[in-house]
């Protein structure tokens, strides 16, 4: 049984810092692109940053310089690291895994989301 479980989330200023964690279990983590995507009340979900299995990160214009996505293939675990937190930062955050194989079979696993407040 595959399961991805986030933790980290919660109430920070504006300016704040949060710190969020994905563990995972029952896939190859190593080999998987490992993403953040969050989504606001009322918006659509939007992709934060993804870590390819060989550490290449690639974030969206709007965390770039602020967010910083990492991961610890012993653990099967990837963070983001936030800064500069600022009210448009809050979201359910969710932990999203993927896979395709070379015939073009795609594997896709998400969490359950954590909660991230900003408040000004």
């Known amino acids: 049984q595959v399961q991805l479980v986030e933790s980290g989330g919660g109430l920070v200023q504006t300016g704040g810092s949060l710190r969020l964690s994905c563990t995972s279990s029952g896939i190859a983590f190593s080999i998987y692109t490992m993403a953040w995507h969050r989504q606001a009340p009322g918006k659509e979900r939007e992709l934060v940053a993804l870590?390819?299995?060989?550490?290449?990160?690639n974030y969206s214009d709007s965390v770039k310089g602020r967010f910083t996505i990492s991961r610890d293939n012993a653990k099967n675990a990837v963070y983001l690291q936030m800064n500069t937190l600022k009210p448009e930062d809050t979201a359910v955050y969710s932990c999203?895994?993927?896979?395709?194989?070379?015939?073009?079979?795609?594997?896709?696993?998400w969490g359950q989301g954590t909660q991230v407040t900003v408040s000004s």
């Open positions: 870590i390819t299995r060989d550490g290449s990160a």
């Open positions: 999203n895994a993927h896979y395709t194989m070379s015939r073009g079979t795609e594997f896709d696993y």
